[in-house]
């Protein structure tokens, strides 16, 4: 079995930082892309930033200058730092990944943690 469990997020006043981790435990042989993604209360989820196995990034359009995504494959985690938080940045904030639980699996499995709420007040 594999947990993502997301950490980092809580209440903040707009212009400050924030920095999510997300770590992935149990039964992990290899991981493969993971990412952030974020649902405003109401809204759709939608991707924020994913990072390959090897550290290829990809980001959202919008306002992508303030989000940087990062991973430590040693550590089976990825960070997310979001900075100069805006009030429109509330959001339950998720963490993805696809993970292969066993040799010969070249695809992996996609998990979902249970999400960081941020709540950035103005």
């Known amino acids: 079995q594999v947990q993502l469990v997301e950490s980092g997020g809580g209440l903040v006043q707009a212009g400050e930082s924030l920095r999510l981790s997300c770590v992935a435990s149990?039964?992990?042989?290899?991981?493969?892309?993971m990412g952030w993604y974020r649902q405003a209360a109401g809204e759709q989820r939608v991707l924020v930033a994913a990072?390959?196995?090897?550290?290829?990034?990809n980001y959202a359009d919008s306002d992508k200058a303030r989000f940087t995504i990062s991973r430590d494959n040693a550590k089976n985690t990825v960070y997310l730092q979001i900075n100069s938080l805006k009030p429109d940045d509330t959001a339950v904030y998720y963490c993805?990944?696809?993970?292969?639980?066993?040799?010969?699996?070249?695809?992996?499995?996609?998990?979902w943690g249970k999400g960081t709420l941020v709540t950035v007040s103005s």
């Open positions: 993805n990944a696809k993970i292969a639980t066993r040799i010969r699996d070249y695809n992996g499995v996609e998990y």
């Open positions: 149990g039964t992990v042989y290899r991981i493969y892309d």
């Open positions: 990072i390959a196995s090897d550290g290829r990034t």
